[in-house]
């Protein structure tokens, strides 16, 4: 791994999720097989309705609930079945593993910063061990000096002080600094409030939003693909 110089007090942040990798269409793959196999193993239920009411109990309880398929049993039958839940819970599992990979210009991207001389860091809203766990599975791992999340400074993104805890672990100057990452609300106008810059890649960003970056005059660049970082980096 290439050194850079601990002082540089520039520090690229990434968000992890559809910044990194395209973690919703594996997630929705994943559950749809998961869903696939307990239904052909007996949950009374056709596999789109099935899926309907797991997208309700992920909404309902958020997406880092450990326990989603033993709600679906439940919420189905009336009570927990567990060898349908070890089906869903496994197959969700084995198919989220093989599916999980940076998009395609991700790699390139973070070699890019750093021979640029950018320190990385990662500010997610999430929990800090799942999070390394992606990094390392995405073999991504050791371009990050620092991996903060809302979990471990107990306020999630866009809250001000996810920002100055991470620029502060860092060592980083804000005016240097930037976040990307793909949610407009979180990581861009985040960002921005702690005195940073913001790219937004694979974004969710609205003419509205386009329209307020624009009027307030807000240092928020918008991309398609992470592969262009380098051309605004
Ligand atoms: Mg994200």
Known sequence: MMRNNPNDDRVVFFDVDDT???TSTFAETARKAAIELMVDNGLPLDKDEAYGVLKTIIRQKGSNYGKHFNILTEVVLGHEDPMLV???MITYHNVKIALLRPFAETIDTLIYLKSQGYRLGVISNGITIKQWEKLVRLNVYSFFDEVITSEEVGAKKPDKLIYDVALR???GDPEKSIMIGNKFKEDALGAVNAGMSAILVNSDVTEEDRAYIRKE???IT???????VNTIL
């Open 20 to 22: 990194l990798l395209d």
């Open 169 to 171: 672990k860092m060592n």
């Open 222 to 228: 918008i991309i398609e693909n992470i592969g262009d």
């Open 217 to 219: 005059q807000l240092d």
């Open 86 to 88: 070890a089906l869903g």
